[in-house]
């Protein structure tokens, strides 16, 4: 059983390590130096905390910890969609989406969607506006900006 809700305090460091263990097992469209540029190591501490806590976080649970997360700022950018590796194809990234949009009916959404996310924002109706390159630790990783309205 999974159940959506939404993230206290005392779940940000679990969430910096799904979202660290999902970077670097998950991510397969981008090389390992690629994910390890990405993501060099968990996110934690202060700084973590103070960012996540100006969002809305939703957390899809099961009885043994989170299986994945999203948070939006108050502007509707999606700035965090992650699904555990182990978890991923089951829908759940689809349910957390849905419980953010129905807490915020009618809220435009934008996001920086990687090559692994992408297909799945655009079958929530999200459309790429441009595709860039950022560079992280000396790596290149191709995204894409991408809005619902």
Same mark, same amino acid.
């Given at each position: 059983?999974?159940?959506?809700?939404?993230?206290?305090?005392?779940?940000?460091?679990? =969430? /910096?390590?799904?979202?660290?263990?999902?970077?670097?097992?998950?991510? *397969? @469209? &981008?090389?390992?130096?690629?994910?390890?540029?990405?993501?060099?190591?968990?996110?934690?501490?202060?700084?973590?905390?103070?960012?996540?806590?100006?969002?809305?976080?939703?957390?899809?649970?099961?009885?043994?910890?989170? =299986? /994945?997360?999203?948070?939006?700022?108050?502007?509707?950018?999606?700035? *965090? @969609? &992650?699904?555990?590796?182990?978890?991923?194809?089951?829908?759940?990234?689809?349910?957390?989406?849905q419980a953010l949009?129905?807490?915020?009916?009618?809220?435009?959404?934008?996001?920086?969607?990687?090559?692994?996310?992408?297909?799945?924002?655009?079958?929530?109706?999200?459309?790429?506006?441009?595709?860039?390159?950022?560079?992280?630790?000396?790596?290149?990783?191709?995204?894409?900006?991408?809005?619902?309205?």
């Open positions: 059983m999974t159940w959506i809700t939404p993230a206290r305090d005392a779940d940000y460091p679990a =969430l /910096g390590q799904l979202m660290y263990h999902t970077v670097r097992n998950g991510a *397969f @469209a &981008y090389t390992v130096p690629q994910r390890a540029a990405w993501m060099p190591q968990v996110p934690a501490g202060p700084r973590w905390h103070a960012r996540l806590s100006k969002m809305d976080v939703l957390i899809a649970r099961s009885i043994f910890g989170p =299986l /994945g997360f999203v948070g939006m700022t108050r502007q509707g950018y999606v700035d *965090f @969609a &992650y699904v555990s590796s182990t978890a991923q194809g089951r829908g759940i990234f689809w349910d957390l989406m949009t129905d807490r915020h009916p009618g809220s435009p959404m934008t996001t920086h969607a990687s090559l692994h996310a992408q297909p799945a924002f655009a079958k929530l109706g999200f459309k790429v506006k441009h595709h860039e390159v950022v560079r992280r630790r000396g790596q290149r990783l191709r995204r894409a900006f991408m809005a619902r309205f």
